[in-house]
Structures are given as structure tokens and as C-alpha cells.
């Protein structure tokens, strides 16, 4: 019998409109021994389309990851296509998995075929998600981005406009640009998959499945193998002694998260 998964999906803004969506869409995703649960933060901006919307998230976002572990959660996914804080997220838990959406999705898709397009909302996010598309090591693969002109907010007021919008930039990215694989480069894009996919004829990687179907692959390989986050460099857990003598639980709000 295999062992229990259990993975937090956050959504890293201070509303839960999405949640129930987000959560039904991977309950139809999941595994059968997968336990999922879907969050949001209490407070904050709405989205994290502007760089400083994404640093007042982080505080209140790293301390819910390191709870989820200390309360025996198998592994988080930090749902925004930006990856915030998915460094730190990883140097502060102990064996717990986390991912994050562009990461696992510039992944798959650099397997599934030899270049890949990315569909933002919007120009404005492109700068930061390049330099992830480089740090990532997927530069040479990346065929193009092409923007919507929509915000987050925007995608699913009207859906079948932005369905026929998606269309318009990723058949442009397949004929124009040479993409054999199309990310859509927003977790508030999910649910437009299927319909692309069959249209285009070529892989349409969904940026909520993919960091959760691969949050469910690494705890299996974590479990069965014991291949977890290496703590010897990058990602070497800062010092309890440190936290304790410089009372930062204190200063910053987050008691008991690390306890011994």
C-alpha cells in the first residue's frame, strides 16, 4: 500500500477567491493516496504582478511553508508563476518538498519538446521571468514570450475572451516563433489547457498541475529513496542558535516555528 501524500497549495496573495477552484481542480488531478489542501494568505495585495506586492507577501508566505512542515505536511507549492521565494522556502524546511510553477513547468516542458513559448498577462512581467527562465538553466530552449495584455485579475472575467486570446499568441508562438511546447505563464490561467492543447496540436503545460503533479513526484522519490533538499551549501539551513540569541521569533512575530 503506498503512503499518504499530504501537499499544501498556496496561493500567495491576501484573498481566497481562487481557492475552492484551485482545489477542486487538483483534487481531479491528484493521486489516489494524495491529501490535498488549498490556502490562502490573511492579508495583503491582491496580486503579484509588481515586484514590491511580492515582497510584502514573503514574511507572512516563508512562515506558513515552515508551519506546513512542522505540522507534518509532505511538501508545498507556492502558486505564482514569479516562484517567490522558492530559495528560501527550501533553505528553511528540513526534508519537506517545495515547489514552485515556473521551475516545474520550464522542466517538463524542456522534456516534452526541444522549445517552449511563454504566455504572460502581461509585458511587465516578462524581465523577472526570463532571468528564472536563465536561472533555471532553459535559455537555449526558450523560443519566445508572448503577452496578453491582461492582468491577473482579468483572465477569468470574461473567459471565452481570453480563451480566443490565448489562442491568437500561442498559435503565433507555435507558426512565427518555433515553439513546440506552450507555458501558460500564470497560475490564474488554469482551466485553458485542454481546450489550447487540442487546438494547437502541441504540448500546453498548466501552471498549477504541473508544480503539484511534480510536488507529488519528489515525495515519492523522497519516500522511497530518501533523495530530499541537500543542506551542505546553497541551501544549509540557517542557525537556530542564531534565531534564538537574536530573538527574531520575538521581533518578527513567528513563536514556536523554531523549536527544536
Given at each position: ?138 535559455g537555449k530552449k526558450l523560443a519566445s514570450f508572448r503577452s ?113
Amino acid at each position: 500500500m503506498s503512503e499518504k501524500k499530504r501537499i499544501l497549495f498556496i496561493n500567495p496573495v491576501g484573498h481566497n477567491s481562487w481557492d475552492q477552484f484551485i482545489l477542486d481542480y487538483l483534487n481531479s488531478a491528484k493521486e489516489e493516496d494524495t491529501e490535498v489542501e488549498v490556502v490562502s494568505l490573511k492579508r495583503g495585495p491582491h496580486h503579484l504582478e509588481y515586484h514590491y506586492y511580492e515582497a510584502l507577501v514573503s514574511w507572512d508566505l516563508l512562515n506558513l511553508i515552515k508551519k506546513a512542515e512542522k505540522e507534518g505536511y509532505d511538501a508545498a507549492v507556492i502558486g505564482c508563476f514569479y516562484d517567490p521565494f522558492l530559495r528560501e522556502a527550501r533553505e528553511i524546511c528540513s526534508k519537506m518538498v517545495v515547489t514552485a510553477p515556473a521551475e516545474s513547468s520550464l522542466h517538463i516542458a524542456s522534456v516534452l519538446g526541444d522549445s517552449f513559448s511563454i504566455i504572460v498577462g502581461r509585458r511587465k512581467w516578462i524581465p523577472a521571468m526570463r532571468r528564472n527562465v536563465l536561472q533555471y538553466g532553459h535559455g537555449k530552449k526558450l523560443a519566445s514570450f508572448r503577452s496578453l495584455d491582461l492582468g491577473v485579475l482579468e483572465f477569468h472575467a470574461d473567459e471565452k475572451f481570453t480563451e480566443n486570446r490565448l489562442k491568437e499568441e500561442a498559435k503565433k508562438a507555435v507558426k512565427e516563433d518555433g515553439a513546440e511546447v506552450i507555458v501558460l505563464g500564470c497560475t490564474v490561467q488554469f482551466g485553458f489547457y485542454r481546450k489550447l492543447q487540442e487546438s494547437l496540436g502541441v504540448p500546453v503545460i498548466d501552471v498549477v498541475l504541473a508544480p503539484f503533479k511534480h510536488a507529488e513526484f519528489l515525495v515519492s522519490l523522497r519516500n522511497r529513496f530518501g533523495w530530499y533538499t541537500s543542506k551542505i551549501g546553497g541551501y544549509e539551513t540557517p542557525s537556530v542558535r542564531e534565531i534564538k540569541e537574536w530573538a527574531l521569533e520575538e521581533q518578527y512575530g513567528m513563536r514556536g516555528l523554531w523549536e527544536d
